[in-house]
């Protein structure tokens, strides 16, 4: 039987009070007790740009529970409650959104939240000094990679740049240097067989072979001005780190551009690290360049991931599995 997510409203992350970036340390957002997350009857809404402790904690272990939150910023909102709802619905449990003391003790275990690494010399390979915004411009270059090792590293612990700069206020990024990162665990696995893209709900759910959930993802599904397909349809096939080809007769006009392009690879590409091919012609599942936008910003009807939630999922399907497109 298919579960549905009905997401109701989550208790504001507020217990341990408004933290400024310049006050992010590993001690304190490791040595956080989610619990006192339920015990605290004053919550208040946090304000949207400064990173709250008990909110990088929640979001690394939703994350590394299978239950992605997409970027880790410290920020609580709708994709946190929607991790939540996603790890409700994992465990089997009726979902709602709302963190309670039982999930709380199925997330919590004894590892650190933020760990240490260290920069390695390679990591400084292939960063390149700015992605334009016009697509004949990016059209010229030889890759669309990172523009700094800090984007870079952020986007491989599933961090926000703004976040992963917080946490290491006088890091230089260069090699040698330790850094405080997001410790997010090993990539799931499995055989997927069947995606439901939840449009109203921004939302991915994986079910493998046995018709158990597998992962759960934030989705940018589409727009109203470019909706997502309807219906079944199956994944055609993966491609890795695809150029990008740009034709405004069939897709979208972008600027003044009138004419087909080809964009190179990189994860700054318009469809990021991964492309995940549907049945449905021109439409599919892949990654993006801007991770903090997922289901916050419209799409041109595809489904848009982070680059590692799209190369998580790219690793568990294979040419066959259904896609479903729900309200």
């Known amino acids: 039987m298919m579960k549905k997510i009905v997401l109701g409203s989550v208790i504001s992350l507020a217990s341990l009070g408004v933290v400024h970036a310049q006050d992010l340390s590993p001690q304190e957002i490791n040595s956080v007790n989610l619990s006192s997350l339920l015990s605290d009857k004053r919550l208040e809404h946090l304000p949207t740009d400064k990173p709250d402790p008990a909110v990088i904690h929640l979001q690394v272990l939703l994350d590394r ?5 997409g970027v880790i910023d410290g920020l609580d909102g709708a994709n946190v409650r929607k991790a939540i709802a996603g790890f409700e619905l994992l465990l089997g449990l009726p979902v709602d959104g709302k963190l309670d003391e039982e999930i709380v003790t199925r997330l919590s275990d004894d590892q650190h939240v933020i760990g240490p690494y260290t920069i390695a010399a390679d990591d400084g390979d292939d960063i390149v000094p700015e992605i334009p915004k016009d697509y004949s411009e990016q059209a010229k270059m030889d890759h669309l990679g990172y523009t700094s090792v800090a984007e870079k590293l952020a986007e491989r612990f599933h961090m926000d740049v703004d976040l992963i700069r917080a946490l290491n206020p006088t890091a230089q990024f260069t090699p040698g240097e330790t850094l405080s990162v997001a410790v ?18 921004g939302e991915l759910v994986v079910y493998d072979e046995d018709d158990k959930v597998l992962a759960v993802y934030p989705a940018t599904i589409g727009s109203e001005d470019n909706p997502s397909p309807s219906g079944k349809h199956k994944v055609n096939g993966v491609a890795r780190n695809p150029p990008y080809v740009y034709n405004p007769k069939i897709n979208f006009q972008q600027g003044k551009n009138k004419s087909k392009l080809t964009l190179p690879s990189g994860p700054n590409n318009p469809v990021g690290t991964v ?27 595809c489904v848009r991931l982070t680059n590692w939630d799209v190369e998580e999922l790219s690793s568990m399907v294979k040419p066959g599995v259904t896609v479903v497109f729900e309200k």
């Open 65 to 69: 529970a299978g239950a992605s939150p």
């Open 184 to 201: 997010v665990g090993a990539p799931r696995s499995g055989n997927v067989k069947r995606i439901e893209a939840h449009r109203k709900a």
């Open 275 to 301: 492309w995940i091919d549907l049945s449905e012609p021109t439409y599919g599942i892949h990654g993006t360049p801007e991770p903090s936008l997922i289901d916050k910003a419209g799409s041109h009807g």
